[in-house]
């Protein structure tokens, strides 16, 4: 069952996402099977990250949770809250999922 995580940045941490960002993409390469999608949610110009979304294979809330905790992100202290919850894959890259599973 698809998990989805939504974090949200700590106010005027800017810097310290810029400088966790390359150990943090690199948690991400290593761990890509999990991912169904990922992405830093940005402001309408495009610039200044304020936190991001998963969207995760994984079984468990459990599993959730870890994942998250083990990210450069979280652990370098940069998000203010942390949403989880479960996701129900629909449509998928415009495709409908419902009848795959």
């Keep these: 069952m ?4 939504e974090t949200y940045d700590k106010p005027d941490h800017g810097a310290l996402r ?9 948690y991400l390469e290593a761990n890509s099977k999990t991912l169904l999608a990922c992405g ?3 402001g309408d110009d495009g610039e200044g990250a304020s936190g991001g ?4 294979d994984l079984e468990s809330r459990a599993e959730a949770q ?7 992100f979280f652990k370098g202290e ?3 809250r942390v949403f989880i919850t479960r996701w129900r ?4 890259d415009g495709r409908n ?3 795959e599973d």
């Excluded at 810029?18 to 690199?26: F, P, T, V, W």
């Design 2 to 5: 698809p998990w989805m995580v």
């Design 18 to 26: 810029l400088r966790l960002r390359a150990e943090h993409l690199d």
């Design 40 to 42: 830093a949610k940005i």
């Design 53 to 56: 979304l998963y969207l995760l």
């Design 66 to 72: 870890a994942f998250i905790e083990a990210d450069p």
């Design 78 to 80: 940069l998000f203010e």
């Design 89 to 92: 894959k629909a449509y998928l």
């Design 97 to 99: 999922t419902l009848n």
